[in-house]
């Protein structure tokens, strides 16, 4: 049975333009680009390469303003770290009840370290509320962080249009986004339509680049301060030795990205959008959440009433369907995602989340072959609920109340 993996949320695939552009890095390139003699200063040129294509593919901002990291995480702790550090006097942090917890953790840590932070909540379809974002903005506001594309739902926020609005209202705010989602996936001018932006995180694994290379863009002038101390690499902003062949690949697809943005995103939507149509049309009591705004061309995350996630995973996966849990169960808690929590997903549904992301990888036998098979796996195990009536196909009248008497 061929595999279809639709989890390009978690990671993608190399692609074989990507992999042919590192594989000289990893054998006959191999030296390290801060040693002097001609061989390795070749490899430093090609890093410098990488830099200034990836700048060019975010409106052609300025080379010297992308650091190379090992991963997003990585750069959202280098740029939440890093502003605290260069910003003593200031204690307040801005975020959202979305983000991922490589931004929502940080954030954590810093409020038991006494820093005050604010958690902007979103609504039914994960939209945030512009009216809560100018009231969250306070004078000893120092950093506001939050995503350009939910991992989940893959909701868009307006992080351009909230980025102006906090430097008009106070310039020496410091704006973060982590835009892992959305990089290689939609256009990003940084230096137009985002000039306002300060930093921005990004990882390669997302977009067809190999896992274990991320970047951090960290406009010029922005107060940030090292977080990794140990060496001159990156102009002294991020110590050691730079993951060169990776860093190429990962200039490689964003180029790639770019280049096939007008072919991929339309054809990749439609795709989206006729599993999703087939689904509502086949299975009853789901919702399609964050449908109700703007989206990611990629990501479904659909909540079937009165099943489990892990369940739906496991008999997925024995159709030889690779897909995502909106819910933490299968990393061994019971809890829910914070995600569909805070999106307020009903407490029938909130545990059968399952997260279909697409890529361009992605064909229309793949589609169909999951409108085949994913109801038939609902439908299997919702005859072996006790909240369901098999003979009527609906939720037992009283299948809340029961429900709701366990959560």
Same mark, same amino acid.
């Given at each position: 049975?061929?595999?279809?993996?639709?989890?390009?949320?978690?990671?993608?695939?190399?692609?074989?333009?990507?992999?042919?552009?590192?594989?000289?890095?990893?054998?006959?390139?191999?030296?390290? #680009?801060?040693?002097?003699?001609?061989?390795?200063?070749?490899?430093?040129?090609a890093v410098s390469d990488a830099r200034r294509r990836i700048a060019q593919n975010f409106g052609g901002v300025r080379p010297d303003e992308i650091l190379f990291t090992s991963c997003a995480t990585e750069s959202n702790n280098m740029a939440i770290m890093g502003a605290v550090k260069a910003n003593p006097n200031r204690r307040h942090i801005i975020t959202t009840t979305v983000e991922h917890p490589a931004v929502l953790e940080v954030c954590k840590d810093l409020a038991r370290g006494g820093y005050e932070v604010t958690c902007l909540p979103v609504?039914?379809? !994960?939209?945030?509320?512009?009216?809560?974002?100018?009231?969250?903005?306070?004078?000893?506001?120092?950093?506001?962080?939050?995503?350009?594309?939910?991992?989940?739902?893959?909701?868009?926020? #307006?992080?351009?249009?909230?980025?102006?609005?906090?430097?008009?209202?106070?310039? @020496?705010?410091?704006?973060?986004?982590?835009?892992?989602?959305?990089? &290689?996936?939609? #256009?990003?001018?940084?230096?137009?339509?985002?000039?306002?932006?300060?930093?921005?995180?990004?990882? &390669?694994?997302?977009?067809?680049?190999?896992?274990?290379?991320?970047?951090?863009?960290?406009?010029?002038?922005?107060?940030?301060?090292?977080?990794?101390?140990?060496?001159?690499?990156?102009?002294?902003?991020? $110590? !050691?030795?730079? @993951?060169?062949?990776?860093?190429?690949?990962?200039?490689?697809?964003?180029?790639?990205?770019?280049?096939?943005?007008?072919?991929?995103? #339309?054809?990749?939507?439609?795709?989206?959008?006729?599993?999703?149509?087939?689904?509502?049309?086949?299975?009853?009591?789901?919702?399609?959440? !964050?449908? !109700?705004?703007?989206?990611?061309?990629?990501?479904?995350?659909?909540? =079937?009433?009165?099943?489990?996630?892990?369940?739906?995973?496991?008999?997925?996966?024995?159709?030889?369907? =690779?897909?995502?849990?909106?819910? $933490? =169960?299968?990393?061994?808690?019971?809890?829910? %995602?914070?995600?569909?929590?805070?999106?307020?997903?009903?407490?029938? $549904?909130?545990?059968? %989340?399952?997260?279909? %992301?697409? %890529?361009?990888?992605?064909?229309?036998?793949? /589609?169909?072959?999951?409108?085949?098979?994913?109801?038939?796996? /609902?439908?299997?195990?919702?005859?072996?609920?006790?909240?369901?009536?098999?003979?009527?196909?609906?939720?037992?009248? @009283?299948?809340?109340?029961?429900? &709701?008497?366990?959560?």
């Open positions: 049975m061929d595999t279809i993996y639709v989890d390009n949320n978690a990671t993608t695939r190399v692609a074989p333009e990507v992999y042919r552009a590192m594989v000289p890095f990893l054998t006959e390139h191999y030296f390290n #680009p801060s040693s002097m003699y001609q061989p390795a200063q070749a490899v430093a040129a609504d039914r379809h !994960g939209n945030l509320d512009v009216a809560d974002f100018v009231r969250a903005l306070r004078p000893d506001t120092l950093l506001i962080t939050i995503m350009h594309a939910n991992n989940e739902t893959g909701v868009v926020f #307006p992080v351009e249009e909230l980025a102006r609005v906090a430097k008009e209202t106070d310039p @020496n705010i410091v704006f973060h986004t982590d835009a892992t989602q959305s990089v &290689g996936k939609l #256009p990003i001018d940084l230096a137009v339509d985002f000039k306002y932006i300060d930093m921005l995180s990004f990882s &390669g694994h997302k977009l067809h680049a190999p896992k274990g290379v991320g970047a951090l863009f960290l406009r010029r002038g922005t107060p940030v301060r090292p977080v990794m101390i140990g060496g001159h690499q990156e102009s002294g902003r991020r $110590a !050691g030795t730079e @993951n060169v062949a990776f860093i190429v690949g990962l200039a490689a697809a964003m180029d790639l990205a770019a280049e096939r943005h007008d072919q991929d995103e #339309p054809r990749i939507r439609g795709l989206r959008d006729r599993l999703e149509t087939a689904l509502a049309e086949r299975i009853p009591n789901i919702e399609i959440n !964050g449908r !109700g705004a703007p989206r990611m061309p990629n990501t479904s995350n659909i909540a =079937c009433h009165y099943v489990e996630g892990e369940g739906m995973l496991y008999q997925l996966d024995a159709e030889g369907v =690779c897909a995502s849990s909106g819910s $933490a =169960c299968t990393s061994g808690s019971l809890e829910p %995602s914070h995600v569909l929590t805070a999106l307020g997903v009903p407490f029938t $549904a909130v545990h059968g %989340s399952i997260r279909f %992301s697409l %890529s361009r990888y992605n064909t229309d036998a793949d /589609v169909d072959h999951i409108i085949e098979v994913f109801p038939r796996v /609902v439908e299997n195990l919702r005859n072996l609920s006790p909240y369901w009536d098999q003979s009527a196909n609906t939720p037992r009248k @009283n299948a809340a109340e029961l429900i &709701g008497k366990t959560h």
